[in-house]
Nanobody, 116 residues
Framework: QVQLVESGGGLVQAGGSLRLSCAAS????????MGWYRQPSGKQRELVAA???????TYADSVKGRFTISRDNAKNTVYLQMNSLKPEDTAVYFC??????????WGQGTQVTVSS
């Protein structure tokens, strides 16, 4: 059974930091890309950051220079360090894992709230 367990969300003041973690288990095929998406209330889900197995990263323009994605391949875990948080970063953050055969898995989501 595939499981993505997320942790690290919460409430923080503007300018503060949070670190999200997502541990994947039960995935038979090798993981290709790991990433984080977010969905603000009433809006569509959007890519925040992604990292390929070799370490290549992609970031949304809105988070470049503030967020850092990293992964531990041995632990099938992806992290998102979020610094200089802004109220507009408030959203439910979802972990995503894509395997080498193109299958996507999603976490249950973790709420990040940034107060002004």
């Amino acid at each position: 059974q595939v499981q993505l367990v997320e942790s690290g969300g919460g409430l923080v003041q503007a300018g503060g930091s949070l670190r999200l973690s997502c541990a994947a288990s039960g995935i038979i095929f090798s993981i290709s890309t790991m990433g984080w998406y977010r969905q603000p209330s009433g809006k569509q889900r959007e890519l925040v950051a992604a990292i390929r197995r070799g370490g290549t990263t992609t970031y949304a323009d809105s988070v470049k220079g503030r967020f850092t994605i990293s992964r531990d391949n041995a632990k099938n875990t992806v992290y998102l360090q979020m610094n200089s948080l802004k109220p507009e970063d408030t959203a439910v953050y979802f972990c995503n894992v894509r395997t080498v055969n193109g299958r996507d898995y999603w976490g249950q989501g973790t709420q990040v709230t940034v107060s002004s």
